[in-house]
């Protein structure tokens, strides 16, 4: 019933900008804590950047200053603004988060399904 999914990739140039989503979904949940990771062909998943309930941020130096993290917890619903897009950017970026349901009474850990950021011109 829980389910967490991102939006938002796709091909862009360099130096552009795409906006990914990261959006919890069942019946009264709350998005808690996210986080992002990347995963480049024949690279292991890498974290770079969290964003907690309160919003405080903590980001990988290999993105810092580029992407932006942002919450709407009335849409359960993160946000992760990435300007200045490099090729070697380009990867599956998934979110991975904390979700209380009511139903479960619990908070658990789930992930997306990844979407494609390629940025190449």
């Known amino acids: 019933q829980v389910q967490l999914v991102e939006s938002g990739g796709g091909l862009v140039q360099p130096g552009g900008s795409l906006r990914l989503s990261c959006t919890a979904s069942?019946?009264?949940?709350?998005?808690?804590?996210t986080s992002w990771y990347r995963q480049a062909p024949g690279n292991q998943r890498e974290s770079i950047a969290h964003?907690?309930?309160?919003?405080?941020?903590v980001y990988a130096d290999s993105i810092k200053g580029r992407f932006t993290l942002s919450r709407d917890n009335g849409k359960n619903t993160v946000y992760l603004q990435m300007d200045s897009l490099k090729p070697e950017d380009t990867a599956v970026y998934y979110c991975n988060a904390q979700v209380f349901s009511p139903s479960i009474g619990r908070w658990s850990d789930y992930w997306g399904q990844g979407t494609q950021v390629t940025v190449s011109s």
């Open positions: 964003i907690a309930s309160s919003g405080n941020t």
């Open positions: 069942g019946n009264s949940v709350s998005l808690g804590g």
